[in-house]
């Protein structure tokens, strides 16, 4: 499932090089994120900080790569999600989490969500729900061998989700061809906040490509 981009065939010691140069520069960030919001030192403070992180910006705008890491990583070979916005090692944006799935098509994982991701007051944001949701759903129906892109994906909202420590479960429920259908929950400290369905579907491109 290479198409339209060629493999990722980087070498191990390679890999393990970048890991530990941005994987720490996105784990400040993240930190960084967390405290835009939440940091209360006085506008004195603030505006070195800002001078700093704009020093850090130009150091990192020298180069600016051609393709996008998930073009580059994602279709085959070694596949390193690290641009993902859910458990991407390189993106900031992810809380990161760790997910971890089975063969029979099962997938979860424990992790955090900060105020950086606040909806209403003291809950997570929908739309992050539904993005975890999505994500996690994306790893059972690929770990059961039916990769797919999600075609649609149903959310009922049972309570509000709060911030912090949180639990997601995924399940593929039935296959027919080329559509894999799976379950999802977001588990709270008081029990399941979110539920999805997700169609999965194997795009026709790719479909073509294997016949
Ligand atoms: C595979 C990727 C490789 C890369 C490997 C990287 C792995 C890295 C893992 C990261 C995990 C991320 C997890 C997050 C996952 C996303 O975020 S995916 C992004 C969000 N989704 C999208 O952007 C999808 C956009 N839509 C599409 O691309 C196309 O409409 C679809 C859904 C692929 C279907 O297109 P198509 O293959 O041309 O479909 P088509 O031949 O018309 O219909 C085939 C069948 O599907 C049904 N169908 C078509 N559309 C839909 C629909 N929307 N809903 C339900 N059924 C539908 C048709 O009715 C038909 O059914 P039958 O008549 O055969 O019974």
């Given at each position: 499932m290479n198409w339209p981009f060629p493999p990722d065939e980087t070498p191990d010691h390679v890999v393990e090089h970048e890991t530990a140069t941005w994987g720490p520069l996105a784990e400040a960030a993240r930190e960084l994120v967390d405290l835009c919001v939440m940091s209360d030192v006085d506008p004195e403070e603030v505006a070195a900080a800002t001078a700093d992180v704009e020093a850090a910006v130009a150091r990192l705008r020298k180069v600016r790569r051609t393709q996008t890491l998930g073009q580059e990583?994602?279709?085959?070979?070694r596949r390193r999600p690290?641009?993902?916005?859910?458990?991407?090692?390189?993106?900031?944006?992810?809380?990161?989490l760790q997910v971890h799935s089975v063969p029979e098509g099962r997938s979860e994982s424990d992790f955090h969500c900060g105020?950086?991701?606040?909806?209403p007051p003291g809950l997570v944001h929908g739309g992050v729900v539904a993005l975890i949701l999505d994500q996690v759903l994306g790893h059972a129906v690929g770990a059961k061998g039916r990769p797919g892109m999600t075609g649609t994906l149903t959310i009922v909202y049972r309570q509000g989700t709060p911030l912090g420590d949180l639990r997601v479960e995924a399940w593929v429920e039935r296959e027919d061809g080329i559509k894999t259908w799976a379950k999802a929950q977001v588990i709270g400290p008081d029990g399941v906040t979110a539920e999805a369905e997700g169609v999965f579907i194997l795009p026709r491109a790719i479909r073509e490509q294997l016949a």
């Open positions: 990583h994602l279709p085959a070979g690290w641009g993902n916005p859910v458990i991407g090692l390189r993106n900031p944006i992810a809380p990161p105020p950086a991701y606040e909806g």
